[in-house]
């Protein structure tokens, strides 16, 4: 139930491809560092390329907490520079090490390409078609607190016409509102068996009590589930395919190498 972002989300940049967001921001522009900007098309790539955050967030809820994550690392990578730690002995080294895992990643990944093909990539989209079992989901909000009195008082508040939005901002300890569509086995039970007992439009008349909380549940829509299209589903079929070819690129990659490893007596290991 929890959402968690990573704080230096800048960094993953290296490797992924430009994405063009022009229109979105100011003029495509996201924000603005002492003169350094932040570009949409930065933050648009790393929604596109995770799928286990644009799968489970909207793109403009995943925006504004990126953009503050990525402001935060700008001001301190800033800072660094001001400072001069670059000049020294420890960032060198550390540069050194951290160039080389980048360079092996990158020359992984390229490896890796080569070996997945467009055929690959739609043979396993039609067996996850043909596999693809359907099954009811839900999209809701939720509100958790604290407490079960405070969690009946807002339902009170919902019933006398107050926003459920607006009470999440307010209450909420869990500022991830919209939880988007889930089948009922992705959450923890009771919170589950209570989303799925509602219809469309109601919300909980008590509040739901999990190792998190208290709950509040409003169900804004159910409906079967349908498969991902293909291109939803690709980064994730590439992920499954890389995974499968990866042993065989790091034997072809070490077939060649000449490796003597020893003990800590100095005795060859064989």
């Given at each position: 139930?929890k959402?968690?972002?990573?704080?230096?989300?800048?960094?993953?940049?290296?490797?992924?491809?430009?994405?063009?967001?022009?229109?979105?921001g100011?003029?495509?522009?996201?924000?603005?560092?002492?003169?350094?900007?932040?570009?949409?098309?930065?933050?648009?790539?790393?929604?596109?390329?995770?799928?286990?955050?644009?799968?489970?967030?909207?793109?403009?809820?995943?925006?504004?907490?990126?953009?503050?994550?990525?402001?935060?690392?700008?001001?301190?990578?800033?800072?660094?520079?001001?400072?001069?730690?670059?000049?020294?002995?420890e960032?060198?080294?550390?540069?050194?090490?951290?160039?080389?895992?980048?360079?092996?990643?990158?020359?992984?990944?390229?490896?890796?390409?080569?070996?997945?093909?467009?055929?690959?990539?739609?043979?396993?989209?039609?067996?996850?078609?043909?596999?693809?079992?359907?099954?009811?989901?839900?999209?809701?909000?939720?509100?958790l607190?604290?407490?079960?009195?405070?969690?009946?008082?807002?339902?009170?508040?919902?019933?006398?016409?107050e926003?459920?939005d607006?009470?999440?901002?307010?209450?909420?300890?869990?500022?991830k509102?919209?939880?988007?569509?889930?089948?009922?086995?992705?959450?923890?039970?009771?919170f589950?068996?209570?989303?799925f007992?509602?219809?469309r439009g109601?919300?909980?008349?008590?509040?739901?009590?999990?190792?998190?909380?208290?709950?509040?549940?409003?169900?804004?829509?159910?409906?079967?589930?349908?498969?991902?299209?293909?291109?939803?589903?690709?980064?994730?079929?590439?992920?499954?395919?890389?995974?499968?070819?990866?042993?065989?690129?790091?034997?072809?990659?070490?077939?060649?190498?000449?490796?003597?490893?020893?003990?800590?007596?100095?005795?060859?290991?064989?």
């Open positions: 139930m959402t968690q972002y990573i704080a230096a989300i800048a960094l993953s940049l290296a490797v992924m491809s430009p994405f063009n967001a022009g229109a979105e100011k003029g495509g522009v996201a924000g603005v560092v002492n003169g350094e900007k932040i570009t949409v098309a930065e933050i648009k790539t790393i929604y596109d390329n995770t799928p286990q955050i644009h799968n489970q967030e909207k793109w403009d809820a995943f925006y504004e907490k990126a953009l503050n994550a990525w402001v935060s690392s700008k001001i301190v990578q800033q800072a660094a520079d001001k400072s001069g730690v670059r000049n020294s002995e960032y060198k080294k550390q540069l050194q090490v951290a160039g080389n895992d980048i360079a092996s990643k990158i020359f992984i990944r390229q490896e890796l390409d080569k070996k997945i093909t467009e055929n690959d990539l739609k043979n396993l989209y039609n067996q996850y078609k043909t596999n693809f079992v359907s099954e009811k989901e839900m999209k809701a909000r939720h509100i607190v604290e407490n079960e009195t405070i969690a009946n008082d807002i339902i009170e508040r919902i019933k006398k016409g926003k459920f607006d009470l999440a901002r307010k209450y909420s300890k869990e500022k509102i919209d939880l988007g569509y889930f089948t009922k086995d992705m959450m923890v039970p009771d589950g068996n209570a989303a007992s509602m219809k109601q919300f909980s008349q008590k509040p739901i009590k999990t190792q998190f909380g208290y709950h509040i549940i409003m169900v804004d829509d159910v409906r079967d589930s349908k498969p991902l299209s293909y291109k939803d589903a690709e980064n994730q079929m590439k992920g499954i395919l890389a995974r499968d070819a990866l042993k065989g690129v790091m034997t072809d990659i070490a077939k060649n190498a000449q490796v003597e490893k020893y003990s800590l007596d100095g005795k060859v290991i064989k």
